[in-house]
């Protein structure tokens, strides 16, 4: 674990691009203000900005997002029609980060003059107000989510996100590989971000690469490698839940490693509890396989088995009937 | 060579745990280490080895050491197995 950040923000401009890379979820278009698109969204929370329309702007959360719906949109063709726009003009006033109309609602000439001297920009989007809401706290929530930075590798076995550390050097490219080989899939080497995000259910954690350049990997001795047109582009992930993670370790003899697995390791990762395995490395032991197996009894033990549990207890039943019939 | 004769003492006798501290302490040793239970010969640094002798409480058990560290070897497991009681009870 390298650092433990937060975003202090993105701006306008990179909040488009989120938009892009989604497949213009959000469905953003500029109306106006561009010259504030380096402005910085700081903010995680939304504001429906009615009440300044109205002329109160105690408490008025201008560094948020603003949300222009139905409502507002009508509001602003009243005040235009009645010429009254000492409001709109106070509004525009404030340091806001950006302004969001819904439905593809029209706006008013008066109001995108404001915008451009101002530099505050405005945005329009078909969404409506309820959708654009619940999707920009979503990605927001991404956005701002706390992150810590990990010098490791990052698969997906089974559909189990499996994050393998260890020491440069000891083969955590080459395992890459090999589980690759075995069907299983890519998302990131060297560099893991993993974000902590707020669920229903509490938190978890999603890994995703630090800097999003495409699948490529270095292998000492033959080079970088395009993984996607190695093995084809179904088998590289953009991001994934961390479930488990595997430590590579040199072979220490005078270590006791886990011989039973009865006892279950974990490493806290920003307040969450995640699974931990150590796994010696020593020549002919097939690492692949073994991180392999060890996401398996992940699965496994989620599903409450523990096979050491299960011979222990044949083991026992043993010793017991032994005992019986000397009796 | 050396051999010498422990009781198992703990209640349910030698199951993963106690099976996993005998092979962890026996591995510390450079000598060939055996355990024997009425006609079977086990390695003492295997755990499935151990399992398999299935040695309830009162069980007693030869150990047979063979190499340059077998006294420190003997007395280590007669400890674990005998004074420790492999830690429970």
């Known amino acids: 674990m390298e650092e433990n950040a937060r975003l202090s923000g993105i701006s306008v401009s990179e909040l488009l691009k989120i938009d892009k890379e989604q497949n213009s979820i959000l469905d953003l278009t500029v109306v106006s203000g561009q010259e504030g698109f380096l402005k910085k969204i700081l903010r995680e929370e939304i504001n429906r900005p009615g009440l300044s329309l109205a002329g109160f702007f105690d408490c008025f959360a201008y560094d948020r997002i603003q949300i222009f719906g139905r409502g507002e949109v009508a509001y602003l063709e009243k005040l235009i029609k009645d010429g009254n726009t000492a409001n709109i003009e106070k509004f525009f006033q404030y340091d806001m980060p950006v302004c969001i109309a819904t439905h593809n609602y029209e706006i008013p000439k008066e109001v995108i003059d404001l915008s451009n001297r101002f530099g505050i920009p405005f945005l329009r989007t078909k969404q409506s107000t309820k959708r654009l809401i619940a999707l920009l706290s979503t990605i927001l929530a991404d956005v701002f989510a706390p992150f810590v930075t990990f010098h490791a590798d990052f698969v997906s076995i089974y559909n189990i996100g499996v994050l393998i550390t260890g020491k440069s050097g000891i083969g955590k490219s080459e395992n890459v590989l090999g589980l690759l080989e075995r069907g299983h899939k890519f998302i990131c080497d060297d560099m893991v971000k993993v974000k902590k995000i707020r669920t229903p259910g509490g938190f978890e954690l999603k890994g995703e690469s630090s800097v999003n350049l495409g699948p490529f990997i270095e292998i000492r001795g033959i080079g970088i490698v395009n993984l996607s047109q190695y093995f084809g582009e179904e088998r590289i992930l953009k991001s994934e839940r961390l479930s488990l993670i595997i430590d590579l370790q040199e072979w220490n003899k005078s270590y006791n490693y886990d011989r039973l697995g009865l006892d279950e390791m974990y490493e806290n990762v920003l307040g969450v509890d995640v699974p931990k395995r150590e796994i010696p490395v020593s020549p002919g032991r097939n690492i692949p396989l073994l991180v392999e197996v060890a996401a398996y009894r992940e699965i496994m033990r989620r599903l409450g088995y523990n096979a050491a549990d299960d011979l222990d207890k044949k083991i026992k039943d043993l010793i017991q009937k032994k005992e019986k019939e000397v009796v | ?89």
């Open chain 2, 1 to 89: 060579m050396k051999e010498m004769k422990v009781t198992v003492k703990n209640e349910y006798g030698l199951h993963a745990r106690p099976s996993s501290l005998m092979a962890n302490i026996a591995s510390q040793f450079n000598s060939e280490i055996k355990i024997i239970k009425d006609e079977n010969e086990v390695n003492c640094k295997s755990i499935m080895n151990l399992l398999l002798l299935a040695a309830g409480k009162g069980t007693v058990l030869k150990i047979v050491a063979h190499g340059e560290d077998e006294d420190q070897a003997l007395e280590a497991i007669r400890e674990l197995v005998e004074v420790r009681k492999f830690d429970e009870d």
